[in-house]
């Protein structure tokens, strides 16, 4: 998700290549079919988890991390390698950054 852009900029750049006032850079047709395309095209932004979506993961993440801790005892990892529980935390601090609502 490093290289989203903005719809309603990008339209705008395309009908001001496309003016038909100036020298166009973009022939009309061209440029009406791109920003129909972007139109129709879904938003690039994560959807937002709703509450019972929050919890239902929460939960799904506690217990996973209740496994992985088990799983570490068990065999416990090289010190170069890192633990489950860490990547069930990092698995957890990832999704509420992308995903919950502000």
């Known amino acids: 998700m490093a290289d989203l852009i903005d719809r309603e900029k990008a339209i705008r750049l ?24 972007l139109e129709k095209m879904p938003s690039a932004q994560p959807e937002p988890l709703t509450d019972k979506e929050q919890r239902i993961f929460l939960a799904a993440m506690g217990r996973e991390e209740k496994v992985c801790k088990d799983v570490d005892e068990k065999w416990p990892t090289e010190p170069y390698e890192d633990s489950l529980v860490k990547t069930c935390r990092e698995i957890e601090r990832k999704v509420k950054k992308a995903l919950w609502t502000n």
Request: net charge neutral.
């Open 14 to 37: 395309i009908k001001t290549e496309c003016n038909p006032f100036g020298k166009p850079t973009i022939d009309f047709e061209s440029g009406k079919k791109v920003i129909e395309f």
